[in-house]
């Protein structure tokens, strides 16, 4: 697309995660005459390549291709597809409990028309599933009912790609390796975007579907422009691995067991999140070089590993005036990055509970193979607050209850997994924000916290831009 200063679009969207991806595809389903700009950061799918997996370590590409890029950070790590409106974000909140799981439901059927694996996990072992849930009662956990439909990381570039080039040959405008620097208001009202080339484009309706990687970005909009918006969660946590075998009755029961508990010392909610069988656990490079942990699984192939690797998240929700929970988790994540030179550390379970630092030469009795080959042994007690440190350690002796053997010396916890939720904006049921034209979606606008709910809100979006067609 030849870039012209001041051209007009009817809808402009910052950002091309599923988001973005889905209230494009339904803007074009439901009127193909509409003009869409879709604008990424980051670079199309096709050019999303990480030279880690080569090279065996990051090799500092900016824009990272695994945070940025056509089909976003999220999908392209591992693509779990959680279908149900429990789980994954505000969606129920906002439109309601019905209206979201019929959402989920419509984004669900698009992922499977572009190709995504029909079955589905939790919905055909009731047998496993309530022997599951009686020992996470006995745990004091509560295991959360989710059907989870797994792309898989390889697969779900396949599926990104299809969507890519359906919504080129559907005439959506994509402009990608381009920042988008300011959004426009004049008079209360969003008219357009200015990029970091000094190029502006027009639109009556601007969906900032942003990401977690462009939720500081957001935030700092919102400052500026005087969109309002609420203190947002702060969720920080590790990455745990394990061998396949403590994980084997969940993992084949349920593929990821969606498991919530709150701590008897704090009562601080701590959740299991992101699980990965035969998985790896990955460095993302944020801004700044900042390293946090995550972790990917490949739906079949050389790839597959004998360990599994899920997140724990403790999620904090803090008052005036309190404003900035990027910033927070973002000190959590700097202090881990200054101790082992933007890496991620790493310690044993046993070393994290008698407060001593990890050594290579302890980590090389473990039957556990670290699958971050560049992660460095350490001593999380030195990053974490201590309220922190007592809520992981009381959740995953919980979680020990449930599967025997999680909370074993040689467990690997991985530092710092942090989700970069921006202030939650305050919207309407079609997701405008107080700023008219301006829309805000996804995980950037704190609204959602995963693929499907993402996706469904791109479609809500999409229909109340077009007045509900």
């Known amino acids: 697309m030849e870039n012209n200063m001041d051209k007009t679009y009817d809808v402009i969207i910052i950002g091309a995660g599923p988001g973005g991806i889905f209230c494009a595809y339904d803007l074009k389903e439901k009127d193909p005459a509409i003009r869409v700009l879709l604008i990424e950061k980051g670079h199309s799918i096709e050019k999303r390549k990480c030279p880690k997996r080569e090279l065996g370590k990051c090799a500092g590409c900016r824009p990272c291709a695994i945070t940025t890029g056509f089909s976003g950070a999220g999908a392209f790590s591992d693509g779990k597809l959680s279908l149900s409106a429990d789980v994954g974000g505000s969606l129920p909140e906002i439109l309601g409990y019905e209206k979201a799981e019929e959402l989920i439901r419509e984004s669900d059927a698009i992922y499977l028309k572009f190709g995504a694996d029909t079955h589905v996990w939790g919905i055909d072992k009731e047998k496993e599933i309530r022997e599951i849930r009686t020992k996470a009662i006995q745990a004091n956990l509560k295991l959360v009912d989710c059907p989870i439909r797994h792309l898989g990381t390889e697969k779900g570039y396949e599926i990104y790609e299809k969507i890519e080039k359906h919504l080129q040959a559907a005439g959506v405008d994509m402009l990608f390796d381009t920042q988008v620097q300011d959004i426009l208001i004049e008079d209360g009202r969003a008219t357009g975007v200015l990029t970091d080339k000094g190029e502006r484009y027009l639109a009556g309706s601007i969906v900032a579907a942003v990401g977690r990687e462009g939720a500081d970005w957001l935030n700092t909009q919102c400052e ?39 701590t008897p010392t704090f009562d601080d909610k701590v959740r299991t999140f992101c699980t990965n069988p035969h998985g790896v656990v990955a460095s993302e490079y944020y801004d700044n070089n900042l390293a946090v942990v995550n972790g990917h699984a490949y739906a079949g192939g050389e790839y597959r590993t004998n360990n599994t690797n899920f997140a724990l998240l403790v999620s904090k929700n803090f008052t005036k005036p309190f404003r900035t929970p990027i910033e927070y988790g973002r000190k959590i994540a700097e202090l881990s990055n200054m101790l082992c030179g933007n890496r991620i550390l790493v310690q044993t379970f046993g070393d994290f509970r008698r407060g001593r630092r990890s050594t290579e030469e302890r980590m090389c009795r473990n039957n556990l193979i670290p699958t971050l080959k560049d992660a460095v042994p350490g001593d999380l007690s030195l990053v974490f607050p201590h309220r922190i440190m007592v809520d992981l350690e009381e959740m995953l002796l919980a979680l020990d209850k449930v599967t025997p053997g999680l909370a074993s010396d ?30 805000a979606i996804g995980d950037g606008a704190g609204i959602t916290r995963g693929l499907q709910q993402a996706s469904a809100n791109g479609l809500c979006c999409a229909r109340a831009i077009l007045g509900g067609k």
């Open 224 to 262: 500026k422009s005087g969109i309002d918006s609420m203190p947002g969660t702060v969720d920080i946590g590790v990455r745990v691995e394990v061998r396949d075998e403590i994980m084997q009755f969940l993992n084949d029961s349920l593929y990821e067991a969606k498991l919530i508990y709150h």
């Open 410 to 439: 040689e467990t690997l916890l991985y530092g710092v997994e942090v989700k970069f939720y921006s202030n939650r904006l305050v919207v309407d049921q079609g997701f405008e924000t107080s700023v008219r034209g301006l829309y």
